[in-house]
């Protein structure tokens, strides 16, 4: 749905009412786009350490294969 800038001030409430139902809306100067309003969408807050102790790596998970190593030796 596209607005003018006087139509998004006047019913902003409505506006706000189709935000919360899924509707993306533009708003326009002039017959040209300005703006989109989208609805705001609640980030989960992050949790330090929750995967503590459920994730598991090899001692050698950082080391290169030889065959790799091979390669990027070669263009060097």
Do not use: H, Q, V, Y
């Given at each position: 749905m596209t607005v003018n800038i006087h139509e998004a001030k006047t019913n902003l409430s409505k506006l706000i009412m189709l935000l919360e139902k899924g509707e993306d809306i533009?708003?326009?100067?002039?017959?040209?786009?300005i703006a989109k309003l989208i609805a705001y969408k609640q980030v989960p807050q992050r949790v330090p350490n929750k995967l503590k102790?459920?994730?598991?790596?090899?001692?050698?998970?950082?080391?290169?294969?030889?065959?790799?190593?091979k390669l990027f030796e070669d263009t060097l």
């Open positions: 533009i708003i326009a100067k002039a017959g040209n786009p102790g459920k994730i598991r790596l090899k001692e050698d998970f950082d080391s290169a294969d030889d065959e790799i190593t």
